[in-house]
């Protein structure tokens, strides 16, 4: 069936350097993903999407990268700081409009 | 501050109790969607509502249900109540329904639901 899911459950960096977290989808009908930040006791946080016209989108810091080819989402985030350490998550919307989700990377950031 | 409001933040309640959880989300947003969170199975989307009615069904037990009102707050009903359904539980909304112009889902806080 469809689904949506992360290479690395648990990603740890060191601060300042580039972080990339890694998702993979099966649903090639997809047209439309997400990436959301989950800090500790928050609800997801919106970061960056990307329709499947695109292959690349950046936005401050962080630029997700889609390949089509291989069914692949990434999410690169710029010179790692504290404050991006948090559960991430992808998400994938099919045509039939239900985004369905990765279980979500944690992302450790050592000072 | 998403803007999506849920109520109550924290709930303790005991096995085969009914609790209701309500959600009110932005303002101008039409689509309500509820989601679990465990640690155990992670960010499970339970179910959709666009403007009052039903729209997608996801991971929902019969035991739960959800509704959207008019003013489009929704809540989230869960009854007989058993220890693994301890979770935090998400409202989140949307303009309209998800990949369909590009929106983006803002998520509440959350309620977190202990069952003892």
């Known amino acids: 069936g469809e689904s949506v899911g992360l290479h690395l459950p648990t990603l740890s960096v060191q601060e300042g350097d580039n972080s990339i977290i890694n998702c993979a989808y099966s649903n090639s009908a997809s047209d439309y993903f997400i990436w959301y930040k989950q800090e500790s006791g928050k609800g997801p946080q919106f970061i960056i999407d990307?329709?499947?016209n695109m292959d690349k989108r950046q936005g401050q810091r962080v630029t997700v990268l889609l390949n089509k080819t291989v069914k692949h989402l990434s999410l690169q985030i710029a010179a790692t700081q504290p404050g991006d350490s948090a559960v991430y998550f992808c998400a994938e919307a099919g045509n039939n409009r239900k985004l369905i989700w990765g279980l979500g990377t944690s992302l450790a950031v050592n000072p | 501050d998403s803007g999506v409001t849920q109520t109550p933040k924290h709930l303790i309640t005991a096995t085969g109790q009914r609790v209701t959880l309500r959600c009110s989300p932005r303002s101008g947003d039409l689509s309500v969607y509820w989601y679990q969170q465990s640690l155990d199975q992670g960010l499970q989307f339970l179910i959709q509502?666009?403007?009052?009615?039903?729209?997608a069904k996801g991971n929902i037990l019969e035991r739960f249900s959800a509704q959207q009102f008019p003013d489009l707050h929704s809540e989230l009903n869960l009854s007989s109540l058993e220890l693994g359904d301890s979770a935090l539980y998400f409202c989140?909304?949307?303009?309209?329904?998800?990949?369909?112009?590009?929106?983006?889902?803002?998520f509440g806080e959350g309620s977190w639901l202990t069952v003892v």
């Open positions: 990307i329709r499947s």
């Open positions: 989140a909304s949307s303009v309209d329904p998800a990949g369909s112009s590009g929106n983006t889902i803002y």
């Open positions: 509502y666009y403007n009052g009615e039903e729209r």
